[in-house]
């Protein structure tokens, strides 16, 4: 089988830059994936340990290399902030479909920043990568993630019940998937 890589995609939206994750996020990647209230509601515990970005940032670079996937980092541009990262994986391009995850701060929530990201990715990944399935998956306890999808067009479709288990809690996860005939995009969020 033919690997085809991912060219990493600059995209634009009026207030954010998403772009190749490099070793110099590293920083921002330990303050996302280190605090609790972050990892809340992800299928894996809190990062213990600063070797666990460094594992982050291979397995970036190894998804696009072996073409399964791409994963961006967010920053504002009035000030490069790092702000967290979105990520399109597990590319298969015999059924066109993909899976859809993403990460922000604490910091900036309820700014409509993972909306933009997330809207600007989905739009490159269905036009570029000629998808015609995107799939993701949130805790059904993450309201606010599970509007972001909304806002972008996802519909729920199912509950995977007991799906995960973190630090001995139990927990379900909502499956959401966009279909490129269903999908708007004049309605793409703060794209320029």
Not at 71 to 90: H, K, M, N, P, Y
Not at 92 to 107: H, I, K, P, Q, V
Not at 127 to 148: F, K, M
Request: include cysteine.
């Amino acid at each position: 089988m033919t690997v085809v890589s991912v060219s990493i995609p600059n995209l634009h939206t009026t207030r954010l830059l998403l772009r190749a994750i490099a070793d110099s996020d590293r920083d921002g990647l330990l303050r996302l994936h280190t605090n609790p209230r972050v990892m809340r509601y992800w299928d894996s515990p809190v990062w213990t340990d600063s070797s666990r970005a460094v594992s982050f940032l291979s397995a970036t670079r190894e998804m696009s290399d072996t073409g399964t996937g791409v994963r961006l980092a967010v920053e504002r541009l009035t000030d490069s902030t790092f702000l967290g990262w979105c990520q399109i994986s597990r590319i298969n391009r015999s059924f066109r479909s993909a899976t859809l995850g993403y990460c922000f701060d604490e910091a900036v929530w309820g700014h409509g920043y993972a909306t933009e990201s997330v809207s600007a990715l989905v739009a490159w990944a269905l036009n570029e990568l000629d998808l015609n399935r995107i799939q993701a998956e949130v805790d059904t306890r993450n309201g606010p993630s599970a509007r972001v999808l909304e806002k972008v067009g996802f519909v729920r479709e199912g509950t995977l019940r007991e799906d995960c288990i973190v630090n001995g809690e139990v927990s379900d996860s909502w499956v959401y998937g966009l279909l490129r005939r269903e999908w708007d995009a004049s309605a793409t969020l703060g794209l320029p």
